[in-house]
């Protein structure tokens, strides 16, 4: 490694068998190994191709599963130890990439998220992903699934609220049962045609509502910071996502 002059903040990951510099953060000169220096601009945002393989990377090795199991089993703990002395206790889930994962449309799409178009799996070819999520195909994300059953067996009540809209309600709801998710309270989706500028502000004064039916919410799980903002919750956990944001 000597030669490599990484300006600021450099991550080496492995890809394979290849070595991949994720750079974090501007920088100055940009080094693509140890014999090449190439003058260029400062300042650039991280390379959008170099995070697809340092989140394939993150997500093939492993390291994806073993930190949604961490997150989980805090979630867990923390369920066990406070739903018995909690007013009738709730847990709040979302759905996609907390409760199933989207992990298939995400490679096919080429970590893009289309919306619209359609979704021929018979196709090497992107999909839109609403016409994905009316599959229903999405795998369990399992350590979710045992914290959501657990939380059950303790009597712990259950709410998903997803970005999803009030069209893909049969699918998600058929896809949840298909996993495992059953013995849910209530599934809510976003009204058809409603618009928000971030998620929260449609799923905060769903959790106050919750809240005012007469549950502690003591639990509240998401992969997006904009599924826990808003308060209405006394403990957030947020599952890791380097995979998409939605604001
Ligand atoms: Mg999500």
């Known amino acids: 490694m000597s030669g490599i002059n990484v300006g600021t903040i450099a991550r080496r990951v492995h890809a394979g068998a290849a070595m991949v510099f994720v750079l974090v953060g501007a920088i100055g000169p940009v080094l693509a190994d140890d014999r090449a220096i190439f003058v260029t601009s400062p300042g650039q945002p991280l390379n959008v191709g170099d995070a697809m393989l340092a989140a394939t990377a993150y997500h093939d090795s492993g390291a994806y599963d073993r930190d949604l199991a961490l997150v989980a089993r805090q979630a867990g ?36 998220r289309p919306i619209g178009g359609p979704c021929d799996l018979a196709l090497d070819a992107p999909c839109g992903w609403a016409a994905w999520d009316q599959l229903g195909r999405d795998p369990a994300i399992l350590p979710t699934l045992q914290v959501f059953q657990q939380a059950r067996a303790l009597g712990v009540t259950v709410f998903f609220i997803t970005g999803r809209p009030e069209s893909q309600r049969q699918a998600t709801e058929r896809n949840l049962a298909a996993m495992g998710y059953a013995g849910y309270e209530k599934l809510y989706a976003v009204p058809e045609g409603a618009r928000f500028s971030s998620v929260t502000d449609f799923k905060a004064p769903i959790r106050a509502e919750i809240e005012q039916a007469g549950f502690t919410i003591i639990a509240n799980m998401g992969d997006q910071p904009s599924d826990l903002l808003g308060g209405h919750a006394e403990r957030m956990f947020l599952l890791p996502n380097p995979f998409y944001r939605v604001p």
Request: aromatic residues 8%; hydrophobic residues 45%; negative net charge.
């Open 77 to 112: 703990q923390w369920i066990a130890e406070r739903a018995p002395s909690a007013r009738r206790p709730a847990l709040v889930l979302d759905v996609d990439d907390t409760s199933l994962s989207n992990w298939e449309v995400i490679v096919r799409d080429d970590f893009g």
